[in-house]
């Protein structure tokens, strides 16, 4: 049975299980009826760790009901994201659209000096990640350059568009196709037969 649709400045609750762990997510229920979000306004997902939010049915459909007002209790505030700065990022969108998240096991309370000094702690924190995983990321570029990896498009080779151009006219000419079905043929694109034909030089 779906939850049903709460005045603003409803309670909600949200948690998430793994797949591989199916224990805790009554666990989390009893903590967020605990805490006064009404059974059936606690909406669910059990999905793998990494799974976008925007992929969780559970969490979707909770997320479009949140308005300003409302209040939304978590177990834990890794429960809203796959990573730090996605918890983040989420906490403080919502905190933006005027929606109160709370944290019972954390003690997360945005509403409190406490609460807002640990969202500063962890925005911090995600910051570093972030920094951290472009240097990873560039760390790795360089060595792969270094060993003589190219990155972008591969180079065209011109004797084989010339050839392409020349079977796409004989196709359109001799066979009577027209280009689109033409170009079809040799993996192409009108545009890409078009530009190429017009400049011989252009990568398509």
């Known amino acids: 049975m779906r939850p049903r649709q709460l005045r603003s400045g409803a309670r909600y609750g949200y948690t998430r299980t793994s797949t591989w762990d ?16 009404p059974e059936d306004q606690i909406w669910s997902d059990q999905v793998s760790a990494g799974k976008a939010a925007s992929s969780r049915p559970g969490w979707s459909a909770l997320e479009a009901r949140l308005r300003k007002g ?4 978590v177990w834990r505030i890794d429960r809203v994201g796959r990573s730090l700065v996605d918890v983040v990022m989420t906490v403080t969108d919502l905190i933006d659209r005027g929606v109160l998240v709370r944290s ?5 309370d945005p509403s409190t000096p406490k609460g807002r000094l640990m969202l500063r702690i962890m ?22 350059k270094a060993r003589g990896v190219r990155f972008g498009r591969p180079e065209v080779d011109p004797d084989e568009m010339a050839r392409r151009v ?25 545009a890409s037969y078009y530009r190429y034909r017009a400049s011989g030089r252009e990568d398509p």
């Open 22 to 37: 199916k224990r805790t997510g009554a666990l989390q229920r009893r903590a967020l009826i605990g805490a006064g979000v």
């Open 70 to 73: 409302d209040e939304l209790v």
């Open 104 to 108: 019972v096991s954390d003690g997360l």
């Open 123 to 144: 925005s911090t924190l995600a910051d570093c990640e972030r920094e951290l995983t472009r240097e990873r990321v560039q760390t790795g570029l360089d060595a792969a």
């Open 166 to 190: 020349r079977t796409v006219e004989h196709l359109v000419g001799t066979e009577g196709m027209t280009v689109t079905q033409a170009v079809r043929m040799v993996a192409w694109s009108r």
